[in-house]
Nanobody, 124 residues
Framework: QVQLVESGGGLVQAGGSLRLSCAAS????????MGWFRQAPGKEREFVAV????????AYSDSVKGRFTISRDNAKNTVYLQMNSLKPEDTAAYYC?????????????????WGQGTQVTVSS
């Protein structure tokens, strides 16, 4: 399994930007797809973005497409989520996750390793 630790969350005004990072331990990082999910209070965990093991394929939820960018650096065992034009509805705990599934999986059940989460709060 891959151990994951997120960082970079915080409080930002609407329209601002944040970059989340997820550091992974384990030699299998470069072979797994990496995803970001989020969960707001009282809501279910939802898919945000995913990147294939090579970085060649990405996918986004409709709610963040065009504003968020997922990337990875396999040499640093790190995946990033650049979040621009943030909105109050982006407020949530953000989790990174690793999946051994091929391509760009989007279901949370496809991901076997999860980080502890980092809080993002967007004020209006």
């Amino acid at each position: 399994q891959v151990q994951l630790v997120e960082s970079g969350g915080g409080l930002v005004q609407a329209g601002g930007s944040l970059r989340l990072s997820c550091a992974a331990s384990g030699r299998t990082f470069s072979t797994v797809a990496m995803g970001w999910f989020r969960q707001a209070p009282g809501k279910e965990r939802e898919f945000v973005a995913v990147i294939s093991w090579s970085g060649g394929s990405t996918a986004y939820s409709d709610s963040v497409k065009g504003r968020f960018t997922i990337s990875r650096d396999n040499a640093k065992n790190t995946v990033y989520l650049q979040m621009n034009s943030l909105k109050p509805e982006d407020t949530a705990a953000y989790y990174c996750a690793a999946s051994s599934s091929l391509g760009v999986p989007r279901g949370h059940r496809d991901f076997g390793s999860w980080g502890q989460g980092t809080q993002v709060t967007v004020s209006s």
